[in-house]
């Protein structure tokens, strides 16, 4: 019998339901809590950005950071929470694949799977339901599977 792993995340929360079956009801697994995606800016940084000269005239200005702490963060879980796929992937726990988040973070998740684990994504949906019951969660899935 097919078994579906379905991963329902959000950038600081994540849910892994399991079903058997394509019609089958949703059994939680695991759950996820990624606290420092919750935390201000300010207490992911440890200081402010340098400054620096302009090389002509008497400017001075800011120097930027390439990602800002919080999407670097939302980046580190979403690359935890498909590793953790991956290797359920590599021990053949699952057949299919389903991504549920908002569509910002499925589009971190999307980035982050491999070629291999890519081919066992059935569906997708872009919304947030992290803090949804199963059942509500097993209703958004009936339309995408």
């Given at each position: 019998?097919?078994?579906?792993?379905?991963?329902?995340?959000?950038?600081?929360?994540?849910k892994l339901?399991?079903?058997?079956?394509?019609?089958?009801?949703l059994?939680?697994?695991?759950?996820?809590d990624?606290?420092?995606?919750r935390?201000?800016?300010?207490?992911?940084?440890?200081?402010l950005p340098?400054?620096a000269f302009?090389r002509m005239?008497?400017?001075?200005?800011?120097?930027g950071q390439q990602?800002e702490p919080?999407?670097h963060e939302?980046?580190?879980?979403?690359?935890?929470?498909?590793?953790?796929m991956d290797r359920?992937?590599?021990?053949?726990?699952?057949?299919?694949l389903s991504?549920?988040?908002?569509?910002?973070?499925?589009?971190?998740?999307?980035?982050?799977c491999?070629?291999?684990?890519?081919?066992?994504?059935s569906?997708?949906?872009d919304?947030?339901l992290?803090?949804?019951?199963?059942?509500?969660?097993?209703d958004?899935?009936?339309?995408?599977?």
């Open positions: 019998m097919d078994t579906t792993w379905v991963l329902v995340a959000d950038k600081s929360h994540a339901y399991t079903m058997k079956g394509r019609v089958g009801a059994t939680l697994e695991q759950d996820w990624h606290e420092a995606s935390k201000h800016e300010q207490e992911l940084t440890s200081d340098g400054r302009d005239g008497d400017a001075r200005h800011a120097m990602v919080k999407d939302a980046e580190l879980f979403a690359h935890q929470l498909i590793a953790e359920g992937r590599v021990a053949n726990a699952f057949n299919h991504l549920v988040a908002p569509p910002e973070f499925l589009g971190l998740l999307r980035k982050q491999s070629s291999a684990l890519g081919q066992l994504v569906d997708t949906v919304k947030n992290v803090f949804e019951d199963s059942e509500t969660v097993r958004h899935l009936s339309g995408a599977l």
